[in-house]
């Protein structure tokens, strides 16, 4: 994919509100300025992690983590910053122009498919309500006990048996589009619906736009299901039913509830469980779960208490890991499904199961722990088996916790199993494990922090860039890629620049750059001033000192004494002092 412009980052780091993004994971109370709260990145019990609206930042003062509302979205959902910045702009409804630059046709295409969907949806749920046609769905529904306010909220309609939604798009010249969604088939000049004498359920991406269709029978006629191919508006394994509807109940309850069908998804949102989703016939994928990871880390996914459900546990164990979350497992007893269940024995037994749901990594262990037996050889493919799925566990914190937990539901010792579970994980993974798990704040040199202090000054204040070029305190950094940066920035005139520092600055920098955004000097222009004094004049030492050591070495290398080029340095200071005194 091409790369975003920055003034598209920008835009987007701009609208995206750091606090709302950072408050779906972390909760944050209001400090001063600030908000804070117990860091994601580190075990703590007394809030160290701050985020600033205003300056656009978070920090971590416990273990140095820190940056851009992208940044966050990297560390806490492994994401690339492309991806932190694309899921962004569709959250906040910002449209990367590049994509609509590089095939306009592409785009108009897109719409006009987008305008078939929508026009489709709305057909659909113009027969149910209003025609006569629509009256034995209107049955089915209250059958099935949804309720006309649920049935709206999911926008749910009737496809009438004929070729009636293709005469509708063939009014508004949108039959192509529909052919290429799957909603009509056309051959020579006959249109067909794909879709007849089905209660029609519309699967919305995370912005609400309709992109495809499921579609059930009535009565028992096969297939029962029905749903829209794969197209160039949807892939199943990349969306979730009812998340549009349930995505601020996500960020609120900060957990996600995963059924399988349409209709389980729908009964638990009216059940109250109004942060339920469904996975579209799938078994969940690390794209889903990526995408419930923008509104919560807690999902709790459903399986039947059954063979089939047991092992469709197991597999989603990993799923889930690979996606960077633990999950759990909500088993729904047999002979129910989760509609039948909140139904039959009331929203409150639901809730008791949600109560009582299990890290699936912890299922998985018990589970082989149960099949090992007490064999030795047993004991050993369960420990092989359990240390495969850890190497998968990336956060070091979690890690350390399973493992030991692990360890002991096998009853082996817990160093074997933490030493297997490292071999089979990626040399990156494997390396930040090795460290301690509590993380501290790396310690920085004195001009690392003077340079990246004129950085942030330059970011939070506009109007001292011209003053900052003016010093010529970027010609005293050391790190000369740095020196760059700061110069770009300053030359950019009073943009905001906090896309630009998080698109050139290494990871640790960004961290040490986060916190000196956070540092109460900078709270104000008149201490930011007087910091930038102190951060010149020190840079400017700091570069002499190497000049005379380089000189030194220079001359002691071309054979004279050490005396003499010392002497030479010192007669090089003195030339320097009188000329800034001129
Ligand atoms: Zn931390």
């Not at 804070?36 to 140095?64: D, I, Q, Y």
């Not at 983590?65 to 910053?81: D, H, P, Q, S, Y």
């Not at 949806?121 to 209107?138: I, M, T």
Request: aromatic share 6%; charged share 25%.
């Amino acid at each position: 994919m091409a790369p975003i412009s920055d003034t598209q980052i920008e835009e987007v780091r701009s609208r995206a509100d750091i606090v709302e993004v950072i408050g779906a994971h972390v909760r944050l109370r209001k400090a001063g300025r600030n908000f804070v709260g117990l860091c994601p990145f580190h075990n703590e019990k007394t809030p160290s992690f701050t985020v600033n609206r205003e300056k656009g930042f978070f920090h971590c003062f416990g273990c140095g983590a820190g940056g851009t509302v992208f940044n966050f979205l990297m560390k806490m959902e492994g994401a690339t910053f492309p991806e932190a910045v694309r899921s962004l702009a569709n959250r906040y409804g910002v449209t990367i122009a590049e994509e609509a630059r590089r095939d306009p046709r592409a785009s108009a295409d897109r719409e006009t498919m987008l305008r078939a969907a929508e026009v489709a949806s709305d057909f659909f749920a113009h027969v149910l309500w209003e025609e006569r046609a629509g009256a034995p769905a209107r049955a089915y529904l209250k059958k099935r006990g949804i309720d006309i306010e649920s049935a709206k909220t999911f926008k749910l309609g009737f496809a009438p048996a004929g070729a009636s939604l293709a005469a509708a798009l063939s009014k508004r010249r949108l039959l192509e589009a529909g052919a290429r969604i799957g909603l009509v088939k056309v051959s020579g000049s006959q249109a067909a619906d794909t879709f007849y004498a089905r209660l029609m359920f519309p699967i919305h991406d995370a912005a609400g736009r309709v992109i495809a269709f499921g579609g059930r029978v009535l009565d028992d006629r096969l297939p029962k299901y029905i749903n829209s191919p794969e197209s160039p508006l949807y892939s199943k394994a990349r969306n979730l039913y009812g998340l549009a509807q349930a995505r601020g109940a996500i960020a609120k309850a900060d957990r996600a509830i995963v059924v399988e069908g349409y209709i389980d998804a729908i009964a638990l949102a009216q059940a109250g469980f109004r942060e339920t989703v469904a996975s579209l016939g799938t078994a969940l994928t690390v794209e889903q779960l990526r995408l419930l990871g923008r509104y919560t880390r807690n999902v709790f996914a459903c399986f039947d208490r059954d063979r089939a459900g047991h092992g469709a546990s197991l597999r989603a164990v990993r799923t889930f890991l690979e996606a960077g979350m633990l999950g759990r497992g909500i088993f729904i007893p047999q002979g129910f499904d989760p509609d039948t269940l909140v139904k039959e024995r009331g929203a409150q037994s639901f809730a008791a199961l949600i109560d009582s749901a299990e890290l699936l990594v912890d299922y998985f262990v018990r589970s082989e722990a149960a099949a090992a037996g007490s064999s030795v050889s047993g004991r050993a493919r369960a420990a092989e088996h359990v240390a495969e799925l850890l190497a998968l566990v990336n956060n070091a914190f979690e890690f350390d916790l399973l493992t030991r937990k692990a360890a002991e539901m096998l009853g082996v010792r817990e160093e074997v199993l933490r030493a297997q579970a490292r071999k089979g994980s990626p040399p990156a993974l494997r390396a930040s494990r090795e460290t301690p798990v509590q993380r501290t704040a790396p310690a920085r040199d004195m001009r690392t922090i003077a340079e990246l202090g004129v950085l942030a000054i330059a970011v939070a204040y506009p109007e001292l860039r011209e003053e900052i070029l003016a010093s010529g305190a970027l010609s005293d950094f050391e790190d000369r890629a740095l020196a760059a940066v700061a110069a770009e920035l300053c030359a950019s005139g009073s943009e905001p620049a906090q896309a630009l520092v998080a698109l050139r600055l290494a990871p640790e920098q960004q961290d040490a750059l986060s916190a000196q955004m956070l540092d109460p000097l900078l709270d104000n222009a008149e201490s930011a001033r007087r910091m930038l004094e102190e951060c010149g004049r020190a840079l400017a030492r700091w570069r002499r000192t190497r000049e005379v050591k380089g000189l030194v070495a220079a001359a002691a290398a071309a054979g004279e004494s050490e005396a003499t080029a010392a002497a030479q340095a010192i007669i090089l200071r003195r030339r320097e002092q009188a000329k800034a005194a001129r």
